[in-house]
Every structure is written in structure tokens, then in C-alpha cells.
């Protein structure tokens, strides 16, 4: 099987290689990110407390190069490299186990029939979680994400929300309707079949999402099969923006069923806007009754265009375990 570092090079080379030869090809390439510094008391429900800094409170911060090719009749191969990076202990990567290009790194080729990718990709799920939730993708602090992704196998999906050896295709937009579908292996050390895909749709104000994704992953020692389901919705109502989620997985190797209900806003108060978010997530099994609520408040401050200020807290209850208490303030800038 060729691995998929040497399978990036050889896409990159043909779809460059083809490019230089066009007549009228057109090279557009930018560097982007954003960098999110805060500095707060982090204590999550049953964890002990800790008073640091920290790079993801509202955005995780990152730093990317994107590069395309545009050809005649609309096709546009390219390449996305994205590496997230923490300032609380100058290192690249969410955490240690990260790869170099942690955040996205793909081949890509556009065209009027869709997008294609190929690499490391973040998925469809995690996707329609960040984008149906007041607080966006922030892991810290986002109630929806926390819930879904970042508190534990008893509680929300298995596995990462960026797959390796991936290939996704996006349908262009019709008429307000995206469709969305990856197929990844997963870490080249355990053997995986990750299939996952969404349906978003937009009209005027209001916009919905099906997600859902199947993970089936061989470690030899504890295998995992998983299947989630997330029903997503935001309506701006002009005095506020609301979201609304539900999201339903079902663990067929730890036989534990979870139900996650989240929901917020965003409103203009004063010179900046309030970000409500709250979910509540109940699982169970044959030896799993576990009860989860969270309830985060955010205020945001537009300095400038690219420059924002805030303030932001969570109250995190388990049932059985001791309460968690975060709260952080920080500048988040985007470039």
C-alpha cells in the first residue's frame, strides 16, 4: 500500500506538473491562521485545577499555506498544509502525539463538479459540530465540542476529529445544498475503516445539517464500532443568532448508547457580542449511567477587523464527580 506521505508527493507532482503545462494557468497562493492566547483557570468536572495559558479557549490556533493552480474551464489543482500550534509550551501540534501537519494536509483538484481531496482531513462530523454551536470550535470551552469529541469514549465518538489517508468529495453548491462524503484508513499502526458524511443546507436565514460517520478500527486488543448521528440547525433572528443540536452515538464495543443535546446563541450586547452555549449529554450501558451538563459564557470584543478581546467561563458537572470551574481572558487574531 503506498503510504500516504508518498501518495501527497505524487498527486502534488502530477497535478503541478500538469498545471505548468497550460497555457494559462494562474498560480494563487496565500499563508492564513489564526493565533488565540488566553490565560485562565482551566478545571474540567472530576480533574484537578490548573491556571496557565493556553491556545485554544475560543479558536485553536494555527498557522497554514494553501497553493492552487487555475486552469481553464474552472479546474484548480492544489495543496493545503495546516500545523496547529500551542504557545503555553512553543510546540506544534494539539498535543505531543500530533503529526508535524497536525491541522489539515492535502491534494486537492476543484472543478465545477465538486472538490476532491486527498490526506489528512478534518471530518464532516467535527465540521458540523463547530459550525451548529455559539462557540465555534473552541475545545476548551465549547459545551457541543467538549461533549461530542474531547470527554472520553463512555461519552462521545471515538477516535480523532482529523483522519489520516483520507479522501473526501464535496458537491458544488446547489441551490443553498452541499453534500459531503470521506472515506479514510485512519493511523497507518491500526487497521480502520472510517466512512462519514453530511448534508448541509442553507436558505436565507436558516440552515441545517445531517451528519454522521462509522468508525471501525482493529487495534488487536480492544476493537471499536461506533456509529454517530448529528442533527444541527442555526436561525438569526436578528436580535440573536440561536443553533441547536442533537447528536446520537452508539458503541457496539463498549455497548454504550449516548444522546447529546446542546444548544446557544450569539446577541449583540454593547459594544460586543454574548456567546451562549449549553449541553447536556446522558450515556448508558450495561455498566455506564453517566449524566454530563455544561454551561459556557463568552463575551467577544471586536478591536478591529482581524483583532478580537474576550472573556470566557464554563461551569462542567458529571454526576458522581466533584464540579469543574473554568474561566480565561484572552486576544484572538487572525490573519
Same mark, same amino acid.
Given at each position: 500500500m503506498i503510504k500516504t506521505k508518498n501518495l501527497r508527493g505524487v498527486l502534488l507532482a502530477a497535478l503541478l506538473g500538469g498545471s505548468a503545462m497550460a497555457a494559462h494557468a494562474q498560480l494563487d497562493y496565500s499563508a492564513y491562521g489564526v493565533l488565540d492566547f488566553s490565560y485562565g483557570r482551566f478545571e474540567p468536572s472530576g480533574q484537578f485545577r490548573t491556571h496557565r495559558y493556553n491556545s485554544n479557549s475560543m479558536t485553536a490556533s494555527f498557522v497554514g499555506v494553501n497553493a492552487k493552480y487555475g486552469l481553464e474551464g474552472g479546474w484548480t489543482p492544489g495543496i493545503t498544509l495546516e500545523s496547529f500550534i500551542r504557545f503555553q509550551d512553543f510546540k506544534g501540534g494539539r498535543n505531543d502525539d500530533d503529526p508535524n501537519l497536525s491541522r489539515n494536509a492535502f491534494v486537492s483538484l476543484g472543478?465545477?463538479?465538486?472538490?476532491?481531496?486527498?490526506?489528512?482531513?478534518? *471530518?464532516? !462530523?467535527?465540521?458540523?459540530? *463547530?459550525?451548529?454551536?455559539?462557540?465555534? %470550535?473552541? +475545545?476548551? =470551552?465549547?459545551?457541543?465540542?467538549? $461533549? /461530542? =469529541?474531547?470527554?472520553? #469514549?463512555?461519552?462521545?465518538?471515538?477516535?480523532?476529529?482529523? &483522519?489520516?489517508?483520507?479522501? #473526501?468529495?464535496?458537491?458544488?453548491?446547489?441551490?443553498? /445544498?452541499? /453534500?459531503?462524503?470521506?472515506?479514510?484508513?485512519?493511523?497507518?499502526?491500526?487497521?480502520?475503516?472510517?466512512?462519514?458524511?453530511?448534508?448541509? @443546507?442553507?436558505?436565507?436565514?436558516?440552515? +441545517?445539517?445531517?451528519?454522521?460517520q462509522r468508525v471501525?478500527?482493529?487495534?488487536?486488543?480492544?476493537? *471499536?464500532?461506533?456509529?454517530?448521528?448529528?442533527?444541527?440547525?442555526?436561525?438569526?433572528?436578528? &436580535?440573536?443568532?440561536?443553533?441547536?443540536?442533537?447528536?446520537?452515538? %452508539?458503541?457496539?464495543? !463498549?455497548?454504550?448508547?449516548?444522546?447529546?443535546?446542546?444548544?446557544?446563541?450569539?446577541?449583540? /450586547?454593547?459594544?460586543?457580542?454574548? $456567546? !451562549?452555549?449549553? @449541553? $447536556? *449529554?446522558?450515556?448508558?450501558?450495561?455498566?455506564?449511567?453517566?449524566? $454530563?451538563?455544561? +454551561?459556557?459564557? @463568552?463575551?467577544?470584543?471586536?478591536y478591529d477587523s482581524v483583532t478580537d478581546v474576550y472573556a470566557v467561563g464554563m461551569d462542567d458537572r458529571v454526576r458522581g464527580q466533584t464540579r469543574g470551574a473554568s474561566v480565561a481572558a484572552g486576544v484572538r487574531w487572525r490573519f
Open positions: 472543478s465545477r463538479y465538486g472538490l476532491l481531496r486527498i490526506g489528512r482531513l478534518q *471530518t464532516f !462530523l467535527f465540521d458540523a459540530t *463547530t459550525r451548529f454551536n455559539a462557540l465555534g %470550535n473552541s +475545545v476548551a =470551552f465549547s459545551p457541543a465540542v467538549r $461533549h /461530542v =469529541f474531547a470527554s472520553g #469514549s463512555l461519552e462521545g465518538v471515538q477516535g480523532d476529529f482529523y &483522519w489520516d489517508r483520507g479522501i #473526501s468529495y464535496q458537491t458544488p453548491n446547489l441551490e443553498g /445544498v452541499t /453534500v459531503n462524503l470521506m472515506y479514510a484508513e485512519g493511523e497507518s499502526d491500526k487497521k480502520g475503516d472510517l466512512t462519514g458524511g453530511s448534508i448541509v @443546507a442553507s436558505r436565507g436565514l436558516l440552515s +441545517v445539517s445531517l451528519a454522521a471501525e478500527i482493529d487495534d488487536f486488543i480492544d476493537p *471499536t464500532r461506533e456509529t454517530a448521528v448529528q442533527l444541527g440547525a442555526t436561525y438569526n433572528f436578528g &436580535w440573536a443568532r440561536l443553533f441547536g443540536q442533537y447528536t446520537q452515538t %452508539n458503541d457496539g464495543g !463498549l455497548d454504550v448508547d449516548s444522546k447529546i443535546v446542546s444548544g446557544g446563541l450569539i446577541a449583540p /450586547v454593547g459594544p460586543g457580542n454574548l $456567546h !451562549l452555549q449549553f @449541553a $447536556h *449529554t446522558t450515556a448508558k450501558g450495561p455498566a455506564v449511567d453517566r449524566r $454530563h451538563t455544561t +454551561v459556557s459564557a @463568552a463575551y467577544l470584543y471586536q
